[in-house]
């Protein structure tokens, strides 16, 4: 990650996407990097959900409540959360005019438990590097007291992310399986079933990155059919799974740059100037 910059997007999205309707718009920023775009004047009520990169969400004007870790955090404009992959966390919805706020998906450094909210100096966002925002982000430890509780949700969500049954698991922890759920989610931060849902859906997630069709990513992720799928994956990230496949397609205008660029490679190759 030390060797990627991703500097300002916040700045040219917002501006390239201004006339567009509120709500979320996803696009990929640099080959590691998702990047969504929320603006609207209600801030987004998300259910309980998580990823496998670690999510960094910058306010840029509004501000954004979040439920995470048992605790709410309140992101005002100017500041910064990161969430660790694989912590699970909900946004609450709240009215502010001109809501309007980054959120980007980088690889993980580290495992985490709890989120980490930092104030950016304003001089700062004019001409901010995400990549090493999120750096910083990441070096934050968290509260002292939360480290035994991080070991214990760490070892609890690997173990959900193997796929081994409900019934299974709670065998192993020598609890029925009554006990196990509910431990599991006093620990990791909701229920089992809803933490495989979500597996599933980032699964599904991935797959609309590269590109696949709808009703195959549906069916492959153990949906009952698209109507189903769609529901949970709006309710969890914001938006249709056919909105955040559209907006992570190759932009024209990118290829358009890219074609540039190679034609003036190449004639350069052939004047001798190269």
């Known amino acids: 990650m030390a060797t990627e910059t991703l500097r300002s997007p ?130 934050q430890p968290g509260p002292a007291d939360h480290s035994g509780a991080s070991g214990a949700a760490r070892q609890w969500r690997s173990a959900a992310l193997s796929g081994a049954p409900v019934a299974l698991q709670a065998r192993q922890h020598g609890l029925g399986r009554e006990a196990f759920s509910r431990k599991f989610e006093r620990l990791v931060g909701m229920p089992p079933h809803a933490f495989r849902l979500i597996q599933r859906l980032n699964l599904a997630r991935d797959r609309l990155r590269a590109g696949r069709e709808i009703a195959d990513v549906a069916c492959e992720c153990g949906f009952a059919d698209q109507s189903h799928f769609g529901r949970h994956f709006r309710r969890a990230f914001g938006v249709t799974p056919r909105a955040y496949r559209d907006g992570l397609a190759p932009h024209p205008s990118a290829a358009n740059a890219s074609t540039a660029l190679k034609q003036t490679r190449k004639l350069t190759d052939l004047d001798g100037t190269g």
């Open 10 to 139: 916040a700045t040219t999205f917002i501006q390239h996407e201004q006339a567009a309707s509120a709500g979320w718009r996803y696009r990929l920023e640099a080959p590691r990097c998702e990047i969504g775009i929320w603006q609207g004047d209600r801030a987004p009520a998300l259910g309980t959900h998580f990823h496998r990169e670690d999510q960094l969400t910058l306010v840029l004007s509004g501000s954004r409540h979040f439920v995470s870790a048992r605790a709410q955090f309140h992101v005002p404009s100017g500041h910064a959360i990161l969430f660790p992959a694989g912590v699970p966390h909900s946004s609450l919805s709240q009215s502010h005019p001109d809501t309007r706020c980054l959120n980007a998906y980088i690889t993980p450094s580290q495992p985490g438990y709890w989120p980490v909210v930092l104030q950016i100096q304003e001089k700062e966002l004019a001409d901010i590097d995400v990549m090493r925002l999120a750096a910083r982000l990441q070096g």
